[in-house]
């Protein structure tokens, strides 16, 4: 799994080339493993980390109100987005 240690909105697309995510998801592909993503995900972030492949993409922020996975609540409309989007 690869996530975002430090909890300041910094997303893992932001962090990271998606040639190294790319190279990750191989990576632990090639090994026998399963592959997790996570890092202050947006819905455009998810849809371009699907593209790539890998066994779970990890959100909260993503489907908390006002993107605050600490003090915000899920939000149904949210999660059906994010739903409707991946897939689509």
Known sequence: MIDTAIKNGTSLLSLMK??????????GRSSG????LAGALKI??????????????????????NFD???GNIEGKLV????????S
Do not use: H, W, Y
């Open 69 to 71: 996975r600490n003090k």
């Open 18 to 27: 998606g040639t190294e995510i790319q190279q990750f998801i191989d990576l």
């Open 33 to 36: 493993l399963q592959v997790a």
């Open 80 to 87: 059906e987005n994010l739903k409707m989007c991946l897939l």
């Open 44 to 65: 455009n972030d998810c849809i371009i980390l699907k593209k790539m492949s890998p066994d779970i993409i990890g959100v909260r922020s993503a489907v908390c109100e």
